[in-house]
T-cell receptor, first 113, second 114 residues
Framework: AQSVTQPDIHITVSEGASLELRCNYS??????LFWYVQSPGQGLQLLLK??????LVQGIKGFEAEFKRSQSSFNLRKPSVHWSDAAEYFC???????????FGKGTRLHILP | DGGITQSPKYLFRKEGQNVTLSCEQN?????MYWYRQDPGQGLRLIYY???????QKGDIAEGYSVSREKKESFPLTVTSAQKNPTAFYLC?????????????FGSGTRLTVV
């Protein structure tokens, strides 16, 4: 069965610094991969997704993620964070067409002024 | 604009009472989902429906019930059998049962048992 792991529960970075959130997945074939963001008390918003093709995926709000098959990873990056990026971030993996998407437990991002 | 509407945003329930959370979508999506979110536990799937008049249990279905009589609507009932119902509940939908497009989420309902 597929699974997804986000090793970091909390990450703190300074405003203007670069960001990388880690995500590792377990699945035999090429999965569908997603990153979502959740502000406090809100639903989840899709940042970006990967199905196939170019392994570097661009998303909304200046985020990007890179699929690395050899490392079973799909890390989320942003060159320079803004205070408004403080939120919880969820990595998710989908497998077969009729299977459900599995979500990681999330990484909460804190921004220092 | 198309989207998912969850209501109410906040809900208070006395112990022993059933309560129903509303989820409506105007995206013409076939599949709909209910998740429960607790601090530090991520999202846990309660029920999902891939087509009208059909639904399946997720990982934590005990104490919950759903119906899917219309494509747009997927209400969740939290019954008195649910021992710890206080949580944040999220409804989601997708174009179909596949994973091509990901899920669209509502803004959630926070249920508190008093």
């Amino acid at each position: 069965a597929q699974s997804v792991t986000q090793p970091d529960i909390h990450i703190t970075v300074s405003e203007g610094a670069s960001l990388e959130l880690r995500c590792n997945y377990s699945y035999g074939a090429t999965p569908y991969l997603f990153w979502y963001v959740q502000s406090p008390g809100q639903g989840l918003q899709l940042l970006l997704k990967y199905f196939s093709g170019d392994t570097l995926v661009q998303g909304i709000k200046g985020f990007e993620a890179e699929f690395k098959r050899s490392q079973s990873s799909f890390n989320l990056r942003k060159p320079s964070v803004h205070w408004s990026d403080a939120a919880e971030y969820f990595c998710a993996v989908g497998a077969n067409r009729d299977d459900k998407i599995i979500f990681g437990k999330g990484t909460r991002l804190h921004i220092l002024p | 604009d198309g989207g998912i509407t969850q209501s109410p945003k906040y809900l208070f329930r006395k112990e022993g009472q059933n309560v129903t959370l509303s989820c409506e979508q105007n995206l013409n999506h076939d599949a709909m989902y209910w998740y429960r979110q607790d601090p530090g536990q991520g999202l846990r799937l309660i029920y999902y429906s891939q087509i009208v008049n059909d639904f399946q249990k997720g990982d934590i279905a005990e104490g919950y019930s759903v119906s899917r009589e219309k494509k747009e609507s997927f209400p969740l009932t939290v019954t008195s059998a649910q021992k710890n119902p206080t949580a944040f509940y999220l409804c989601a939908s997708s174009v179909d049962a596949g994973n091509n497009y990901g899920y669209t989420f509502g803004s959630g309902t926070r249920l508190t048992v008093v």
